[in-house]
C-alpha cells in the first residue's frame, strides 16, 4: 500500500504548476458617492438607512420610525439619542433584555461596498445579547467612520488587547427551512441605519 501512496504522491509533486508571485493590491473599490452606495447596500441587505446632520436630527428621525412609535421598552447606548426607558446597566443577566422593542446602539465603522457596520464589544454595556434580542435595531454610525470597501474597514480596527466586536449586515435572515428567506427569526426584525454627519 505504502508504494501505490508514494507513486501518487510523487505524480501529483510532479505535476504541480511552478509557483506564481501573488498579484499587487490595487487601490480596492471606490465609490463616487459612497454614502449612497453604503445606503443602497443596506437596503440591499434588507435594512434602512438614514442621513442626518447630528445627534439631535437622529432622536427627531427616530421619532418617524414605524417601529420606534409603537416601542413600549426602548434601550439606548447612545447618549442623546432615543428616549430611552430601560437602563441597560441595571439588567443583571440578559434574561432581562427580553421584551425590548428597540435598542439604539453605537456603530464605528460603516463599509459602502456591503451596508455593514462595525460595532465594538466595548460599547455594548454588560450583554452582548442587545444585538439579537430586541425586535428592532437602531444603528448610529458617524459618517466619518464610512469607508468604500472592507479593506480599508480592517485597517481601521484594533484589537490591541484582544476584544470582542462584529459586523452587522441588516436585520437577522435565514434560509435554512426549505430556501424561504425568513426576517428576524434569530434576531431584529428590521435595521436602521443612521449615518450622523
Known amino acids: 500500500m505504502s508504494g501505490s501512496r508514494e507513486a501518487i504522491l510523487a505524480a501529483l509533486r510532479a505535476a504541480r504548476p511552478p509557483p506564481s508571485p501573488l498579484p499587487e493590491a490595487g487601490p480596492g473599490i471606490r465609490y463616487p458617492d459612497p454614502a449612497a452606495q453604503f445606503a443602497e ?6 435594512g434602512a438607512c438614514l442621513r442626518v446632520p447630528d445627534l ?5 428621525a427616530l421619532a418617524g420610525l414605524r417601529c420606534f412609535e409603537d416601542a413600549r421598552r426602548v434601550a439606548s447606548l447612545v447618549p442623546g439619542v432615543g428616549a430611552p426607558n430601560v437602563d441597560l446597566a441595571s439588567i ?12 439604539i446602539l453605537p456603530g464605528e465603522i460603516a463599509v459602502a461596498e456591503n451596508g455593514a457596520v462595525w460595532i465594538e464589544g466595548d460599547r455594548l454595556g454588560p450583554h452582548r ?3 439579537v434580542l430586541p425586535q428592532h435595531l437602531v444603528v448610529v454610525v458617524p459618517a466619518s467612520g464610512l469607508v468604500h470597501e472592507m479593506h480599508q474597514a480592517y485597517q481601521r ?16 435572515k435565514t434560509a435554512d427551512i426549505e430556501q424561504v428567506l425568513v426576517v ?3 434576531g431584529a426584525r428590521s435595521t436602521t441605519v443612521l449615518l450622523v454627519g
Open 92 to 103: 443583571p443577566t440578559p434574561h432581562g433584555l427580553e421584551g425590548i422593542d428597540v435598542a
Open 129 to 131: 445579547a442587545i444585538l
Open 184 to 186: 428576524g427569526a434569530h
Open 157 to 172: 480596527i484594533r484589537f490591541d488587547p484582544p476584544r470582542f466586536g462584529l459586523f452587522l449586515a441588516g436585520p437577522s
Open 41 to 46: 447596500a443596506v437596503a440591499a441587505a434588507g
Open 56 to 60: 439631535a436630527a437622529a432622536s427627531a
